[in-house]
């Protein structure tokens, strides 16, 4: 290549002052990539490093620290005064530079399952806007305390900074304990708590060790995807049992799939559907689950904010069997980011659990469950759920009045009486739940289709009315309103 190429291609190297990442951190990735490309070939020498400042307008610094880091790690060589060069020792990709390679060889049978076992669902993405669901009010939360909180701990590191129990901090333990029990009506000992990372982590462990590929399980219908995901990756035949105004119908269930190893279940307010599951149907499937030898997975993710009434008794404080594990998250009283959960285990599962966890991922980030335990202990942690649900209920009672007022001939509501979205079913058959979410994101709104919940697997015993799942926790009054408004636009064909 002559001189003037590459300087050419120098100069042309993207440097993004306004990323947070450094220049020289820029620099090296560019000229690293134009290296391994072979744009820059083995032996080729690089310009001085006061040509290459001028080039590309940036302080010697910044080339020499980029320099450095490639000598280091054996891409270029140099020698004071003899100049600095590509090195013979590196081998070039042939292959155009846009052309990635194939995989190299197919994933395993598990990691198919792995992979697709949640392959639709829905990130969030962009700026918050009406009605996102399964979002807290993130900007209620006392960022201000957690820093200092974390920053405290941070002052004073201890034995817990090394590789510590994979269980999970047992202050936090200790603390959780006397709060489900308090809350919730859970039994349990700090003992039976694994701390992970999100309940997502908790479903994943759980599939992974209650269940061998091709055993059944019981999965709400419409319900969680976040719960299907694991147990069809871990190889379960997942079977869609119908949810009607008492919960998940227990009896359906045991006729058409009496061999289920495993039944998940959201007893407190069942997502999406909004309801809880009557005291019947709960001792009828505790005596089921009892009999069957079958676990029962209690997913309790948004049960702290309960607008009438105190918070329901959980399944787990019913269990006598020890088949009942309570799953919980930080993520909906909090917020998801923390990615802190956790699993109360009956006490011959528990030790298995912690194992399953120490193979995961050793265990959870420290410093964030030394927070959350000075959080809870220090009152924060009951403070802001009480502000919080506060501050829910005014705009579930925004949300329901507005709809109450300019949608009442369109929309009925489901259940409202907890967590941080509700359900609103199409009074017209003609609106179809895709068009209309279509339309949504078309305006700027986001309306999550009924059916996006639903097995496609499902009979008609499973099907429900069409309609949306709109959250309001996280949406500022102003935005539920222009949600609203365009709302009725869309169902209204305007
Ligand atoms: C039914 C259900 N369980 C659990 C969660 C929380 O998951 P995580 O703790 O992994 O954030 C959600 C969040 O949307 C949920 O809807």
């Not at 306004?18 to 620099?27: D, K, S, T």
């Not at 000229?31 to 744009?39: N, P, T, V, Y």
């Not at 530079?97 to 962009?126: C, K, N, T």
């Not at 609103?424 to 078309?442: I, K, T």
Request: glycine share 8%; hydrophobic share 45%.
């Amino acid at each position: 290549m002559q001189a003037s190429h590459l300087h050419t291609m120098i100069a042309a190297l993207p440097l993004d002052r306004a990323l947070p990442e450094p220049l020289f951190r820029q620099l090296y990735a560019g000229l690293k990539a134009a290296i391994l490309d072979g744009s820059i070939g083995p032996g080729m020498q690089l310009p001085p490093t006061r040509d290459f400042c001028q080039l590309l307008a940036v302080s010697r610094q910044t080339v020499l620290n980029a320099y450095a880091l490639l000598t280091a790690e054996g891409y270029l060589d140099g020698a004071v005064g003899r100049g600095t060069f590509v090195s013979r020792d590196v081998r070039v990709s042939i292959a155009p530079a846009a052309a990635a390679p194939d995989l190299l060889r197919p994933l395993s049978e598990r990691g198919q399952r792995v992979v697709r076992a949640m392959d639709q669902v829905a990130f969030h993405r962009g700026p918050l806007r009406a009605f996102r669901v399964g979002m807290p009010r993130i900007d209620h939360f006392p960022f201000d305390v957690w820093n200092r909180l974390e920053a405290r701990r941070w002052r004073h590191p201890d034995h817990h900074f090394g590789y510590s129990d994979p269980a999970g901090y047992l202050p936090l333990r200790e603390l959780l304990c006397v709060y489900l029990q308090a809350s919730r009506g859970v039994q349990c000992t700090p003992q039976q708590i694994v701390i992970t990372s999100g309940s997502q982590q908790a479903l994943f462990l759980l599939s992974t060790i209650l269940l061998a590929p091709g055993d059944s399980a019981w999965m709400e219908s419409p319900g969680y995807r976040g719960a299907s995901g694991p147990l069809r990756a871990s190889g379960a035949q997942v079977f869609p049992v119908p949810v009607d105004a008492q919960g998940l119908d227990v009896a359906y269930g045991a006729m058409h799939c009496p061999q289920a190893k495993l039944l998940y279940v959201t007893p407190s307010h069942q997502l999406p559907l909004g309801v809880s599951m009557s005291l019947p149907r709960r001792l009828a499937l505790l005596a089921w689950a009892a009999q069957q030898k079958a676990w029962v997975v209690e997913d309790d993710y948004d049960s702290e904010y309960r607008y009438t009434g105190a918070p329901l008794a959980s399944l787990q404080s019913l269990d006598r069997a020890g088949c009942v594990v309570y799953v919980g998250t930080l993520s909906k009283v909090l917020f998801p980011g923390l990615r802190l959960g956790y699993m109360v285990a009956p006490p011959a599962l528990a030790e298995a659990l912690v194992q399953a966890k120490a193979v995961a991922d050793r265990h959870t980030a420290i410093v964030p469950q030394m927070a959350l335990a000075d959080f809870i202990a220090e009152g924060h942690f009951g403070r802001h759920i009480r502000r919080t649900r506060d501050s829910n209920a005014e705009r579930r009672d925004l949300l329901l009045r507005g709809i109450a007022r300019e949608l009442g001939d369109q929309l009925a509501c489901g259940p409202a009486d907890s967590g941080l979205e509700l359900c609103a079913y199409f009074r017209h058959a003609h609106h179809e739940e895709e068009a209309v979410a279509r339309a949504g994101l078309e305006r700027g709104v986001e309306l999550r289709p009924l059916g996006h919940y639903a097995d496609p697997a499902a009979g008609p015993a499973c099907a429900t009315p069409p309609g949306l799942l709109l959250g309001f926790a996280a949406i500022p009054p102003a935005e539920i309103e222009h949600g609203l408004r365009e709302l009725g636009r869309i169902l209204r064909g305007r």
